[in-house]
């Protein structure tokens, strides 16, 4: 597999009320071109930090770190970067910088020197790609959070980026938009082929990806599947997390006499390994 993301030995620390605050210890992470994965962990054990890293808008205090070649470190690479590694943060309204969906796509697009007679036809595709045509007019302010959300992330479609960031992207929306937000990721993953990197704190949402990175006050705990990293209790608990309920209720069920074939990770897969006791 072609890696489109590489980096070794990565540290980072901040200053707060005086005192240094290690986010980052040694960090290695590699991704491949076209693999989803997520950076798992507890909100603070360091997976913004991380992720702010892959287009520069952290600079690197130590370590090394390659984004489709691109040295992060020299900023002659800056612009090329953010291009190629596009970005949807948690609140959606700290993304926009106009008050009308289509001009706050435009924006993007004009900053980055995307022809003015091409613009227009781009912002209409990007709109389509979120399931919003109809929406180019509305003022944002208007929108739902998982709305928005599709809005966001239509800006960034614009660009065309090889490396899409969702950095808690699902984090404050409702159930609804939740899912909303969910099937575009995996379709962009699936349908479109890019390589997604998902920061999330949500275990279930974790199971969609191909590989985990289990991260706890800023070290990596472990990478795998989720199949492998999920399903491992202490490994979860160790990293203050709990599994997915399935995995719960397969571990409940062993205590109690119960066992299934495998370990589900899903509420469809429980239910098989249910079904299939009887």
């Known amino acids: ?67 489709e070649g691109l040295d992060v470190r020299l900023q002659d690479n800056i612009w ?14 700290n993304q926009f910088v106009s008050s009308i969906v289509e001009e706050d796509i435009a924006f993007g697009l004009e900053n980055y020197g995307v022809p003015q007679e091409t613009i227009a036809k781009k912002v209409k595709e990007a709109l389509h790609s979120v399931g919003m045509d109809d929406f180019g007019k509305r003022a944002l302010n208007t929108l739902s959070g998982g709305q928005k959300q599709r809005v966001a992330l239509a800006g960034v479609l614009a660009l065309d980026p090889d490396i899409i960031v969702f950095d808690e992207a699902t984090a404050m929306l409702d159930p609804q938009g939740r ?50 990293i999920l399903t491992n209790y202490a490994l979860m608990r160790s990293a203050g997390l709990l599994p997915p309920i399935p995995v ?10 119960i066992t299934l074939s495998s370990c589900p990770l899903t509420n469809e897969e429980l239910v098989e390994e249910i079904c299939r006791l009887s």
């Open 1 to 67: 597999m072609v890696m489109v993301i590489e980096g070794t030995g990565l540290g980072y620390s901040y200053e707060f009320d005086g005192s240094a605050v290690l986010a980052l210890e040694d960090v290695d992470i590699t991704i491949g071109k076209g693999e989803f994965v997520t950076i798992l962990g507890q909100n603070g054990s360091g997976k913004s930090t991380l992720v702010k890293h892959l287009n520069a808008l952290l600079p690197i205090q130590k370590g090394h770190l390659c984004v």
């Open 80 to 93: 090329k970067l953010r291009r190629l590694c596009g970005m949807v943060f948690q609140n959606p309204d």
């Open 179 to 228: 899912e909303e937000v969910l099937n575009m990721i995996n379709d962009l993953h699936k349908k479109e082929h890019k390589t997604i990197v998902m920061i999330s704190h949500y275990v279930d949402e974790a199971v969609l990806a191909d590989r985990i990175y289990l991260i706890h006050k800023g070290k990596i705990l472990k990478n795998g599947t989720p199949q492998e």
């Open 248 to 257: 719960l209720l397969y571990y409940d069920l062993k205590a109690s006499g």
